[in-house]
């Protein structure tokens, strides 16, 4: 569920955020349990890293089908306040610990399985820009690589995802939609 008072107490502090809805209804069997456990935490943070020249900062895992960059993002712990986890995962995926905040957006994500509505919101945090190269601290954190992209560039990568195999398809889907958004709602 969304914490509406959470929300607030953030807007407070980090500027009242954009909303928007996605719904998705997981099919392959493969979907239905990452979702299942992506929602065990009580939503995630995803982080909008300004790297220069309007560009943002994102990543890849060796796991991930070939050429899949994405933006960084973190599940947030039960007990773990938004702005939190986007201070810890800065530092866990980039070796860079946000001395600003402010929130952009939440996402909220309704996935659902067959009459079953599961929501999993996704706080969009843009830190102050980092020009060193990024290097994760977390050695659970399989990070392979980064790179750098405009608004131009998030919408090929939204389409990229949302174009991948049968197998990574419905992730790429979900995944996707934040970048269409970012593109749409960023600003330098």
């Not at 009242?16 to 065990?40: I, K, Q, Y």
């Not at 986007?86 to 866990?92: D, K, M, P, V």
């Amino acid at each position: 569920m969304i914490n509406e008072q959470e929300i607030e107490n953030l807007a407070r502090r980090y500027g009242e955020p954009a909303r928007a809805t996605f719904e998705f209804a997981p099919r392959s069997l493969n979907f239905c349990d990452w979702v299942r456990r992506l929602t065990r935490r009580r939503g995630e943070i995803i982080l909008v890293v300004p790297r220069g020249g309007n560009q943002v900062l994102l990543h890849t895992k060796p796991h991930y089908p070939e050429n899949v960059y994405r933006l960084p993002t973190g599940g947030i712990r039960q007990a773990e306040a938004a702005d939190d986890a986007a201070q810890r995962e800065g530092f866990e995926e980039i070796g860079f610990t946000p001395q600003t905040l402010h929130l952009l957006g939440v996402l909220e994500n309704v996935f659902w399985f067959d009459d079953e509505k599961v929501i999993y919101p996704s706080f969009v945090f843009q830190t102050e820009e980092f020009a060193r190269t990024p290097q994760p601290t977390d050695p659970d954190e399989p990070i392979s690589g980064f790179m750098d992209a405009d608004a131009i560039e998030l919408r090929v990568v939204a389409h990229y995802l949302s174009s991948l195999p049968a197998h990574w398809r419905e992730w790429g889907k979900f995944r996707a939609t934040a970048h269409t958004w970012l593109a749409e709602h960023w600003q330098d």
